[in-house]
Nanobody, 115 residues
Framework: QVHLVESGGGLVQAGGSLRLACVAS????????MGWYRQAPGKQREFVAQ???????TLANAVKGRFTISTDNAKNTVALQMTSLKPEDTAVYYC?????????WGQGTQVTVSS
């Protein structure tokens, strides 16, 4: 089992920045993909960004150029640096870790961007 804990959400004005972090604990493997999804009220959960243990990153078109994802293998962490935030970025952000054929989710952290 893997336990994920997110941090860093909050309220920010449009144009501002936030940094989300997620720490994985439990039975973690060295080969993994970690990433972020988000879910706005009344909408489906959507992909935001992911990064592999080798550092290969993928970002959704909606956040390219504004968000950066990074990972620390030794610390089992993934971070999402969000800049130039927009009201449409408002959502609950969920951390995901995929390893050994299993997906593990965090509880989510709220990000609210005011206009």
């Amino acid at each position: 089992q893997v336990h994920l804990v997110e941090s860093g959400g909050g309220l920010v004005q449009a144009g501002g920045s936030l940094r989300l972090a997620c720490v994985a604990s439990g039975t973690t493997y060295s080969i993994y993909v970690m990433g972020w999804y988000r879910q706005a009220p009344g909408k489906q959960r959507e992909f935001v960004a992911q990064i592999s243990n080798t550092g290969v990153a993928t970002l959704a078109n909606a956040v390219k150029g504004r968000f950066t994802i990074s990972t620390d293998n030794a610390k089992n962490t993934v971070a999402l640096q969000m800049t130039s935030l927009k009201p449409e970025d408002t959502a609950v952000y969920y951390c995901l870790r995929s390893q050994d054929g299993h997906d593990y989710w965090g509880q989510g952290t709220q990000v609210t961007v005011s206009s």
